[in-house]
């Protein structure tokens, strides 16, 4: 029955407002006991927060963990050309080790980021599950299913994976990791493949996740083939369940917005992303405005290059604006909202607030940075000058996964050895 | 006669490849005596540089540095609202302490940041000038003139307080201050304004830098007056001699992109300003391939909201690739280059190369991070992955300004707690 206190520091409210108080995280249940004034000496362990703020837990809502192997392995080129001429051809080569050991790079980096969940699509899945256990991140896990390029039998199986690897590992890691079906994309998994496997995940009564509406050039072929915008498409397919969350929805028009409010299937903006492969800007300001649940998510590091919730809440904020054509738009308290609550609705995990009786994932900033002072507003540092390397102690599941800027869960030197050492031999392997 | 070898290190070279070398410098003239294998032997001192790479310093070629004040003060307001409603009547409020306690903290800032040169525009000048000569960096310093709301002669008298500036502080510092004559902008600064002082500073043989083509809102009413785009206009006045610079150049038409690059003078691309008030997207592709010499800046941390040269670098990869609606344009390679030479050669500071012979303002960044990790291409790096915390340490004009991220030329206790007090107090001024 072990309690842990941060004591000495602000905490960021769900309402985003910011008052002084300790908070009390009971280590047994993983939930926050209590928030409130002096409640050092109601607890085993303390843990220092003086001048720093206590946040929840940034919430990544689309990622494939595993691409840190590939991060500045190809850059400046766009979606189309990026995919085919290097990175499908790296991942080709890729091995269960090899994912694993970028899985683990990249939950330490999202651990050093403040990052307490995220959602995954990619393959090996298993080999990231075992990953996340050990790393002490909580996540939304789902084999990445591709039916283009091959039979359809073939395309079958590789549904089948994604099918029993939702089955299997829904609940992993003491109920930490929960799955989603993960048809790749609208493009990329036939009709067929989406008709016979939609209703076998709703049988599992897990969530849908795919790639929707990222480029204007897969919009196009859509409207060619089935006579309605994709999102349309994807309703006909039984895909817009209110559990069900896309990522990027960088293209979409007025009807698909609706349909997104009607439906509840919520969007994972990737700024980042979207910027990098100049695929377009999301309407984050309007999704919002229409009343669909909007989260946010780095993508994968090969195009972005970072993991950071931070880094994201910035790009959120400041390409919502040009989206919108209003300096007002996406501001400081929405993308807050998108790096917290927004993303862990989005992909169903439970977390983004701090309250009494919420799961324990938080993370505390040091505030004492020079380009955190002053402290006129502290929400408005969160979305524009906070960065990764401010958050000193991230806590997930009420475990101390950092402390001090200390990984505890993984032994940094050793991940940063492995991922390098399988990123030379995968390169090599692809270019050999 | 005291020497400093950087030992263990990998350096970018002018031409942006990267090889493993020592550099040693000679503190004495504050250059590059020379850059090859073992070179501690030959030095009275010796830095490690072990798994981190030399890179020229920042140079940020856009900044009102005291502006770190109202960092996070107002935001999310388009241009207009924000001046009129927020910073203007809080700079009404400030006093020559305050823009020294506020440009302090933006120095200590940019020495973490690896910035070793900026360019200023502001008032109290004289102050800002002290505080970078305590704090060591290199710096192109003006007096912000502006004539709108004022009568003739009081536009005449903070003409002449800009001249003046120029022409005393020209040199300062052991020749670390050079100055600039700094008109705020073609819609604040009258006609006749600009009529009587371009040919008085063109006598004090000083650039002239000014805010130009920013928003669209700022065009139209030149347009409507002079029956010329605003670069046009700005010729007519003999302001675009090939030692000018222009910061931001949002909206130019291909007119005036072809007086850039006839005239040979630069633009200051400040992309997360440009993006944070939603002012447009610098058409920096473009620039570049009509031979336009481009910079980069950070604006005042009001509208940014920091002071990262790296941040600004991948800001402008990102906002770049969607302003062109191509992800091979505003590359990685660009966007170094932007940080360094761009901005050197912009703001007429002799920086941004590492070479023997050339001044020695450096930057050394930790390569050990995991969102560093693997390292396929570390110009890639620079560009979309690190960060101003990466900088381990800092050295301009042969001095070393941050040693393993404790700042030695300023006090960042002392700094951040002077700064906040005149924040607060600067504050309560402007709202009662």
């Given at each position: 029955m072990s309690t842990l206190a941060l004591t000495g520091g602000r905490i960021l409210r769900p309402d985003l407002t910011v008052d002084r108080a300790d908070v009390l995280v009971d280590q047994e249940t993983g939930k926050i006991a209590e928030i409130g004034p002096d409640l050092a000496d109601a607890a085993d362990e303390t843990m220092d927060a003086t001048n720093s703020l206590i946040t929840p837990g940034f919430v990544n809502?689309?990622?494939?963990?595993?691409m840190t192997l590939l991060r500045?392995?190809?850059?400046?080129?766009p979606l189309d050309a990026w995919l085919s001429e290097d990175i499908w051809p790296a991942e080709a080569e890729l091995t269960p080790e090899a994912i694993e050991a970028g899985a683990e790079l990249g939950l330490l980096e999202m651990i050093r980021a403040g990052t307490t969940g995220f959602a995954d699509m990619y393959f090996s899945m298993e080999r990231v599950a075992d990953a996340v256990e050990r790393a002490g991140l909580r996540a939304r896990l789902g084999h990445g299913v591709i039916s283009v390029g091959k039979e359809h039998e073939a395309a079958r199986e590789d549904a089948e994976t994604g099918l029993a690897f939702a089955r299997e590992y829904d609940g992993a890691a003491e109920g930490r990791i929960r799955t989603a079906f993960m048809p790749h994309s609208l493009t990329t998994v036939s009709t067929e493949i989406y008709e016979e496997y939609v209703p076998k995940a709703r049988e599992l009564d897990v969530p849908i996740h795919l790639h929707a509406?990222?480029?204007?050039?897969?919009?196009t072929p859509i409207v060619d083939e089935h006579g309605v915008r994709p999102l349309a498409y994807a309703r006909d397919l039984?895909?817009?369940?209110?559990?069900d969350f896309l990522a990027?929805?960088?293209?979409?028009d007025e009807t698909e917005i609706e349909l997104l409010a009607e439906t509840d299937a919520s969007v994972v903006h990737c700024p980042a992303s979207n910027m990098k492969l100049a695929s377009g800007m999301a309407p984050v300001q309007t999704l919002r405005d229409a009343g669909v649940t909007v989260g946010l998510g780095t993508d994968?590091?090969?195009?972005?290059?970072d993991l950071s919730l931070l880094d994201e809440a910035r790009d959120a904020a400041m390409v919502g604006k040009l989206a919108a054509d209003d300096?007002?738009?996406?501001?400081a308290d929405t993308v807050v909202e998108l790096a917290t609550t927004g993303s862990a609705e989005a992909i169903g995990l439970p977390a983004g607030r701090l309250e009494?009786?919420?799961?324990?994932d938080l993370a505390v900033v040091d505030l004492t940075g020079a380009h955190l002072t002053?402290?006129?507003?502290l929400v408005s540092h969160l979305a524009y000058a906070a960065a990764?390397?401010?958050?000193?102690h991230t806590i997930c599941d009420g475990r101390v996964l950092m402390r001090d800027r200390e990984v505890?869960?993984?032994?940094a030197n050793d991940v940063r050895e492995r991922a390098t050492a399988e990123a030379t031999a995968l390169v090599e392997r692809a270019e050999a």
């Open positions: 809502g689309h990622c494939h963990v595993a500045g392995y190809a850059d400046d080129k509406n990222e480029t204007a050039d897969e919009v039984g895909l817009l369940e209110p559990q990027h929805g960088v293209h979409v994968g590091a090969a195009s972005n290059n300096a007002a738009a996406v501001a009494p009786g919420a799961p324990a002053p402290a006129h507003d990764a390397s401010d958050v000193r505890l869960t993984l032994d």
